[in-house]
């Protein structure tokens, strides 16, 4: 049994006062789950301003701090987004990103889940930073190596900017991958066993299946695009399933995980 929770922290809007309460209001919710989550994972925009703008090295202060009060037995996993990188990432905001977040894509394993943390902006536009496309390119077939030799429970991605929102056939939108590059990276990723891509960037819950992938696209802490409430998803990983909820901050901070998440929990 495994459980992670995953956010989405994009900051839109001038209200960032607003979007450090409610990233606040997440850590103490996640904080306070039992059992543990294994992992929390921010999949991506972690601040709102651009490369280059006003306010970045100060939301970047303050968003560091609300973080440093995660619990130091749960895991911090960080995924980059367009807000981080800039819609087209150069060498230097890649490199930015990693001195100060970390690494913009590596694997980790859960238990028997080998999961996979993806710069997702080498595939919206890397033509400022082709030799770096070309590498993750690389050590992604090498990871899905891995995977397709089934050596893994399940396997899993996270990125920022979601394959599709509801259909591999939809439309190219912002807020989508295009049709070729996408339908590339799902078959890749289908034919190697992985079963579910979590992703952020739509602001508004989504999602749909391709062959036996779940995408999974989550809505966000704070700015809201659609209806959604600003909540987190719970994973919930059995050796036979991945089961996830979305939970508005505040269900999530004074119930907690509902009885049937927590039955399969106990499930051996």
């Known amino acids: 049994m495994k459980a992670w929770s995953t956010g989405n922290c994009d900051s839109g809007g001038d209200e960032w006062g607003q979007e450090i309460r409610l990233t606040e209001q997440a850590v103490q919710a996640v904080n306070k789950l039992k059992p ?3 992992f929390f994972v921010l999949c991506g925009d972690l601040i709102h301003a651009m490369p280059g703008t006003p306010w970045r090295k100060e939301q970047t202060a303050d968003l560091q701090q609300v973080l440093a009060r995660l619990d130091s037995d749960i895991p911090l996993v960080l995924v980059s987004g367009n807000h981080d990188l800039g819609n087209a990432p150069t060498p230097e905001t890649v490199a930015e990103f990693q001195r100060t977040w970390g690494d913009d894509y590596f694997s980790f394993w859960v ?3 080998l999961c996979l943390v993806l710069n997702s902006q080498f595939w919206y536009d890397a033509s400022r930073c082709p030799a770096l496309k070309q590498a993750q390119d690389q050590w992604l077939d090498q990871q899905l190596s891995v995977a397709g030799q089934r050596e893994c429970q399940h396997a899993v991605v996270f990125q920022h900017i979601p394959l599709f929102l509801q259909s591999i056939d939809e439309d190219d939108d912002y807020f989508n991958l295009t049709k070729s590059v996408r ?7 289908v034919r190697a066993g ?16 391709y062959q ?4 999974v696209v989550s809505s966000a802490i704070g700015c809201q695009l659609g209806q959604d409430t600003h909540g987190l998803r719970v994973v ?6 991945i089961v996830h909820r979305y939970y508005s901050l ?14 399969l929990m106990k499930e051996k």
């Open 250 to 263: 505040d269900e999530l901070s004074e119930k907690g995980i509902e009885d049937d998440l927590m039955g």
């Open 212 to 215: 036996n992938l779940d995408m």
């Open 36 to 38: 543990r989550p294994r």
């Open 111 to 113: 238990g028997g889940v």
């Open 236 to 241: 919930v990983v059995t050796a036979e399933k």
């Open 183 to 189: 339908r590339e990276v799902a078959d890749k990723l």
């Open 194 to 209: 992985v079963t579910a891509v979590f992703s952020g960037h739509y602001h508004r819950n989504a999602g749909g299946t």
